[in-house]
Structure formats: C-alpha cells, structure tokens
C-alpha cells in the first residue's frame, strides 16, 4: 500500500503540503536505465534480489537472456502490493551489500521504490555518499540528486552537508540538487538560501545566490529578503547572480521589482548595472516612481545606464516637461551621440523645425470634390463622347459635293 509524503515547513515543522506519491510523482524520471530488469517476471523478482538464484534465463517471448542479481533488485519496484515490505527489506540489505555492483543498483532504484516505501532509505543513501569507493559514490550523487526534490524534508540534513563538501563534485551535485529542489519546493529552498548568503566562504554565497532565480516568482516575501540582501553583498558576483531576478520580478510583484531596481541602479559593478537596465525597461512607465528613476539615470556617470535612460525619456515625459529635462541634460552631457539625441528631445519642432517638420504638424486638407456639372462638361482638347461624333456627323450641312 503507497503511503503519503508529508514535506514539513523547515522552521516551524508544520506540513507544507501532502502528497500521495503514487499519484503525484511522475516516475519515468526516476526509474533506472532500461535492461532487463524490466521483463523479468514478476513471480520471479523476489528470488532473484536475495540472491536465491545465481541467475534467471528469460524466456524468448520475453526477449531472451540472462537476468542477474543486480537485475532483481533494479526490479523491485514491480513487485506485487502484497511483498512491498518484503521488497523493502531486500533494498535496504542491498544497501550494504559488500558487492559494489549491488550496492549501486540499488542507489539506481531506490529513487522510484521510494516512493512506495521510504522509511530508512534516505538514512542508507546519506552513508553511501560518504564511503570510500568512487563508483558508490557517483551513483548515490546522481541517486541524490533524483530522490531530494521529491523528499525534500528527509533529505534536509543530507543536502545541508552536501553543500558544504569541499569536494568540488560533490558540492556541484549538491547545489544542482538545491535548484530542483527549491523550483518544486520554494520553502525548502529558501531554507538553505538563507542559511548560504551568510556564509563567510564566497564560493557558497555565489552557487546559492544563482538559485535565486528559481524561488524568486514563487517564494513570496521570504524569497524578496533573500534577493534584496543578496543585492546588498559585499561580492560583486553574489550582487550579479542576485540582480538576475529582476526581470522575472517585473512581471510577478512589478512594485517590489521597482524598489530593487532602484537601489541596484547605482551599483558600481557594470553586470549589475546591464540587469537592471533590462528590468527597468519591463517597468510602467506611466508610474511616477520609474519616471524619476529614469530621469536620475540619465545623468548617471556610466554611459550605458544613462544612454538607456536617455532613450526612454521620451517615452516618460512629454511636451514641455521632456523639452526641459532634455535642455538641462543637454548642458552637462558631453557624448556626441547622447547630445544629437538630446538637442532633438529639446527642440519643439513645431516652433523651431523646418517647414518641412512643421508641416506633419498640420492637419490635412480634406479632399474637395468638383461640382457634377463640371465633370460632365468636356474639356477644351477632350475627345468627344462615344456617339458624340456620329450625332455631329448628323448635324452638319450637306456640302455640295454630296449633292
């Protein structure tokens, strides 16, 4: 019988939500690689993991050939309901096995039997991770990272050390499972993020405040803390990954985006500065906020940033406020391209253009049509009217010749 999940707030314990693994998990991401595990019968399975028979030989209307031990116990996921215990037992034997090649098919199942029967299980991938051999050690990283975003409350303890592995597989493996996680499950996520950004070691701000991206739409204020503090970093990298979000918050919480916006604008790293030039432009700009900041930015000393502003001015302001603001802008600015740009927003065109600019100022003449009259009546060098010719033909005298 599956059994339901529970994932529990980190801070409070209390259930987040509940799942019933059988019916909310899709498992074809978790089952193991396809082989022969797959068509061994399932009387057969059972006998076949304790190791009771050497080997099992398929029958030919199931493929042909040999099925194995380690095959048995990749396939303990297809057991009947009623020896799920018995199969869980088994597992949790091979687990421990001295075996590496049981030890490992059993890190490559465990993800999707889990789901039946979890109990003990996390607590025997939490000791494989940590043995001595290599290959046990790749498949419990990868058996990890599959199982965690689906158990985030039991893997809680595992990910928190795995994080701070100074083995740089480990710790990689570590964080990429920390992304999975926080994108299903933003608590958990935002959980180990805020334990990271306070780290002293760089390398662990950095890798975190790059996962920042996955809780930002759906963290609410807990993960609008992690971004504004992370926008705060004394590292110019942890700021970077941090200003990221940005963009992704105009579209969700656009004030909140605003706020951020605003404080980073005057960062003095250049990658900061590029994020939030892209957010600024994802703002409204008929909010009287944006356009004050994009006023103060066009006077920025960084040509990028104040370029971007310039080019949004006319689209904040118009009239006599945009001629003025351009005017003032004009008098300190000092890049030829940002001046033509200026001295155009400056003029008013209707006043100082040529006539040519004038003119698209004007109203246009509407279309006059002449009196029927005057369209019926011919005009001098017009040929006449079919007919016309024969009835002036009609009209003529005889000449004498005719007679």
Not at 126 to 152: H, I
Not at 155 to 184: G, K, P, Q, Y
Not at 301 to 311: E, F, Q
Not at 378 to 396: F, M, N, T, V
Request: net charge negative.
């Amino acid at each position: 019988m599956s059994r339901g999940y529970i994932a529990r707030d980190p801070r409070t314990g209390k259930p987040i939500r509940q799942q019933r693994l059988d019916s909310d998990v899709d498992i074809r991401g978790l089952l193991p690689e396809t082989g022969l595990w797959q068509r061994i019968p399932a009387h057969e399975i059972l006998p076949l993991a304790r190791g009771e028979t050497e080997s099992l030989e398929l029958s030919r209307s199931d493929g042909g050939g040999f099925a194995r031990r380690s095959d048995g116990i990749k396939a303990l996921h297809r057991v009947l309901g009623s020896q799920i215990d018995s199969a869980h037992k088994v597992l949790l034997d091979a687990l421990d096995d001295d075996t590496i090649e049981i030890r490992i098919a059993a890190l490559e199942i465990l993800p999707v039997f889990a789901v039946k029967k979890h109990e003990s299980l996390l607590h025997c991938l939490s000791d494989r991770l940590l043995e001595d051999e290599e290959q046990v050690r790749d498949a419990a990283r990868e058996c990890f990272l599959k199982v965690a975003p689906v158990f985030p409350s039991g893997c809680e303890n595992i990910l928190r050390r795995e994080l701070r592995d100074t083995r740089v597989d480990h710790r990689a493996n570590a964080f990429e499972t920390l992304r999975r996680t926080a994108s299903s499950w933003p608590e958990t996520g935002c959980l180990h993020l805020d334990e990271l950004i306070r780290e002293e070691d760089v390398d662990l701000r950095r890798r975190g405040s790059k996962i920042l991206r996955s809780i930002a739409a759906g963290a609410g204020a807990t993960g609008w803390d992690l971004i504004g503090w992370s926008l705060e970093d004394e590292d110019a990298q942890v700021r970077r990954n941090a200003s990221n979000t940005l963009t992704t918050l105009t579209k969700t919480e656009p004030l909140i985006a605003t706020i951020f916006i605003e404080a980073a604008i005057t960062d003095d790293d250049v990658g900061v500065r590029k994020s939030v030039i892209r957010a600024m432009k994802k703002l409204d700009m008929q909010n009287p906020r944006v356009t004050k900041m994009i006023v103060d930015g066009a006077r920025s000393r960084d040509y990028t940033l104040r370029k971007a502003c310039i080019d949004q001015l006319s689209i904040v302001l118009s009239g006599e406020r945009l001629r003025e603001a351009a005017a003032e802008l004009l008098r300190q600015e000092t890049r030829a391209d940002l001046r033509k740009r200026l001295s155009s927003l400056a003029r008013d065109v209707e006043m100082e253009g040529s006539e040519e600019e004038k003119n698209r100022f004007l109203a246009p003449l509407d279309r006059v049509e002449p009196p029927s009259e005057e369209l019926d009546a011919p005009r001098s060098g017009d040929a006449p009217a079919e007919g016309e010719h024969d009835k002036q033909q009609l009209g003529r005298p005889h000449s004498e010749d005719s007679a």
